[in-house]
Nanobody, 115 residues
Framework: QVQLVESGGGLVQAGGSLRLSCAAS????????MGWYRQAPGKQRELVARISSGVSTNYADSVKGRFTISRDNAKNTMYLQMNSLKPEDTAVYYC?????????WGKGTLVTVSS
């Protein structure tokens, strides 16, 4: 069974930085694309950033230039470096991965940005 576990969330002031991690564990042969989504209170879950099995990435317009997604395939871990955080970035951040043809989600980590 595959699990995705996020970490690194917390409380930060506007303009600050956080680094989220998503570690995949279990019986894994190959992880294809991975991504970060977020859901703010009262809003729908939205894509933040996505990374392919190679180096191809794409970002939501709202985070371009501030967030960087990366992955360490040897560790089955994905990261999200978040800089210049804004109060509107406050949300639960979820990681997702396409592992051996099946989609998995983590339980989320809360990011709170104070003004």
């Amino acid at each position: 069974q595959v699990q995705l576990v996020e970490s690194g969330g917390g409380l930060v002031q506007a303009g600050g930085s956080l680094r989220l991690s998503c570690a995949a564990s279990g019986s894994i042969i190959s992880i294809y694309s991975m991504g970060w989504y977020r859901q703010a209170p009262g809003k729908q879950r939205e894509l933040v950033a996505r990374i392919s099995s190679g180096v191809s990435t794409n970002y939501a317009d709202s985070v371009k230039g501030r967030f960087t997604i990366s992955r360490d395939n040897a560790k089955n871990t994905m990261y999200l470096q978040m800089n210049s955080l804004k109060p509107e970035d406050t949300a639960v951040y979820y990681c997702t991965g396409l592992v051996d043809g099946m989609s998995y989600w983590g339980k989320g980590t809360l990011v709170t940005v104070s003004s």
